[in-house]
């Protein structure tokens, strides 16, 4: 059974920072494209960061220069280092798993409030 399990999640000020971490099993994790997403209220599910297998990575242009994904293979952990939160990153973050069509999991996801 494949599970993905986040947790970091919280309520930080504007300009602080929050590290994700989603912990993986039943997968051969080291062979997956790892993802964060998230979905503010209202508003569609976006990309937030991709890492594959080899270490490379893709940023939304939102995030690009305060948000890094990173993977620790023998773990089996994927982490988002979130610092320089604004407002508007306020979602639930959400861990994706990826290989091809018939394996695309999702972990249920973390809240992050950015609030004074």
């Known amino acids: 059974q494949v599970q993905l399990v986040e947790s970091g999640g919280g309520l930080v000020q504007p300009g602080g920072s929050l590290r994700l971490s989603c912990a993986a099993s039943g997968i051969i994790f080291k062979i997956y494209v790892m993802g964060w997403y998230r979905q503010a209220p209202g508003k569609q599910r976006e990309l937030v960061a991709t890492?594959?297998?080899?270490?490379?990575?893709i940023y939304a242009d939102s995030v690009k220069g305060r948000f890094t994904i990173s993977r620790d293979n023998a773990k089996n952990t994927v982490y988002l280092q979130m610092n320089s939160l604004k407002p508007e990153d306020t979602a639930v973050y959400y861990c994706?798993?990826?290989?091809?069509?018939?394996?695309?999991?999702w972990g249920k996801g973390t809240l992050v409030t950015v609030s004074s």
């Open positions: 890492i594959t297998s080899g270490g490379t990575t």
């Open positions: 994706n798993a990826v290989r091809g069509p018939s394996m695309d999991y």
